[in-house]
């Protein structure tokens, strides 16, 4: 048995990608469950096994369990078991405060997305040996083109999709204008974006809304309330076209993998952790040379750097719109073979090579 900590949820990248992780861990070890959080917020059919695993946490030798965490840099000091621990973190920028570096110095060995995560972690005084990539993946029982065959589609139109939480560091302080640029009126073009941000509160979330809504081409552009369940995502982004993603930085990119599964193309930068799969045969990569200061107001303040995203970006993305739209290109075999790769099954394989 192994002590396993983590946010079991369907909002927040770590929590989808800890669901997703106990789910098939489970399946090769017991596992006693310690949430972190407010709650589990799962799926109704997953809600038994939820509560047989934390009702494991009710024994008597746990102490000497083995922990396995998934968590932010800033609080891996905190552990259940004295057995080895290990510790899965996933990152925007490409620095970390001393609280952090002192909370990844905690576990016995650290687990990161991308090659880009491994190196920002060694860059910390993390020895390589104990760092490990693993990948993380994609669900493709539920994000599959083949589920949808026979769905309605206006193929006339072209329908560009985002989806993320509201955030200038996903970029979407840019894209509503750069949307505007690329188009005008007369093009059969949407952008649908899907950003709900738990996080936010009404007035912030209103500010977005009306950036977008009261731009030049707002009536080509709609805003989609939160879609809770993945299923109803992935029927989402079988009707859209293309994915747009212009993120300054990323610690995995869920929804990039999610809309390359959907055998969609996908406009993105070429920086962070979704360069560990994304290239220029399965994406339209929009290059960077520059970083910057993370600066957002909200929850950056400067403490890291992201990627700089100026006129060049800019320019390089309005080409990428323009020309998947005029060449009507809509599929994106490459991203297929991909998102094939990258499944959570190949994750728990990686991760139980260290620690089971």
């Keep these: 048995m192994i002590n396993f900590n983590a946010p079991i949820n369907r909002t927040t990248g770590y929590g989808i990608t800890s669901t997703n992780i106990w789910q098939l861990l489970r399946d090769r070890t017991e596992i006693a469950?310690?949430?972190?959080?407010?709650?589990?917020?799962?799926?109704?059919?997953?809600?038994?096994?939820?509560?047989?695993?934390?009702?494991?946490?009710?024994?008597?030798?746990?102490?000497?369990?083995?922990?396995?965490?998934?968590?932010?840099?800033?609080?891996?000091?905190?552990?259940?078991?004295?057995?080895?621990?290990?510790?899965?973190?996933?990152?925007?920028?490409?620095?970390?405060?001393?609280?952090?570096?002192?909370?990844?110095?905690?576990?016995?060995?650290?687990?990161?997305?991308?090659?880009?995560?491994?190196?920002?972690?060694?860059?910390?005084?993390?020895?390589?040996?104990?760092?490990?990539?693993?990948?993380?993946?994609?669900?493709?029982?539920?994000?599959?083109?083949?589920?949808?065959?026979?769905?309605?589609?206006?193929?006339?139109?072209?329908v560009f999709i985002n989806i993320g939480k509201w955030e200038i560091r996903k970029g979407h302080d840019l894209l509503v204008n750069i949307f505007n640029e690329a188009f005008s009126e007369k093009d059969n073009v949407e952008l649908w974006m899907i950003n709900h941000n738990p996080f936010l509160n009404q007035d912030q979330t209103l500010q977005w809304h009306k950036l977008y809504k009261e731009s030049k081409l707002g009536d080509k552009i709609k805003i989609f309330p939160r879609i809770e369940k993945h299923?109803?995502?992935?029927?989402?982004?079988?009707?859209?076209?293309?994915?747009?993603?212009?993120s300054r930085g990323e610690g995995w990119n869920n929804e990039v993998m999610e809309t390359m599964a959907m055998n969609k193309p996908v406009i993105l930068t070429n920086y962070s952790a979704h360069t560990e799969y994304a290239n220029s045969e399965n994406s339209y990569l929009v290059q960077t040379s520059e970083t910057e200061k993370a600066q957002d107001g909200i929850w950056f303040h400067g403490q890291g750097n992201w990627a700089t995203l100026g006129v060049d970006q800019i320019e390089q993305s309005i080409n990428h719109m323009r020309n998947v739209y005029k060449n009507n290109i809509r599929t994106n075999a490459n991203g297929l073979k991909t998102a094939e790769k990258y499944t959570w099954q190949n994750t728990v394989d990686q991760i139980s090579k260290y620690v089971l």
């Design 33 to 158: 469950l310690y949430p972190i959080g407010q709650g589990i917020d799962c799926d109704p059919e997953l809600q038994d096994l939820v509560k047989k695993d934390f009702e494991n946490t009710m024994g008597t030798d746990l102490k000497k369990n083995d922990c396995f965490k998934i968590w932010h840099q800033h609080d891996l000091a905190p552990r259940f078991g004295n057995g080895k621990y290990s510790a899965l973190t996933f990152f925007e920028l490409d620095t970390f405060q001393k609280n952090e570096v002192a909370s990844l110095h905690h576990p016995d060995q650290v687990f990161v997305a991308s090659e880009w995560g491994k190196e920002v972690v060694a860059n910390h005084g993390i020895s390589k040996d104990n760092i490990h990539v693993t990948p993380l993946g994609v669900n493709l029982n539920i994000f599959n083109p083949d589920l949808f065959k026979g769905q309605e589609k206006e193929e006339s139109k072209y």
């Design 231 to 246: 299923v109803d995502l992935a029927s989402v982004i079988d009707q859209a076209d293309c994915g747009i993603y212009l």
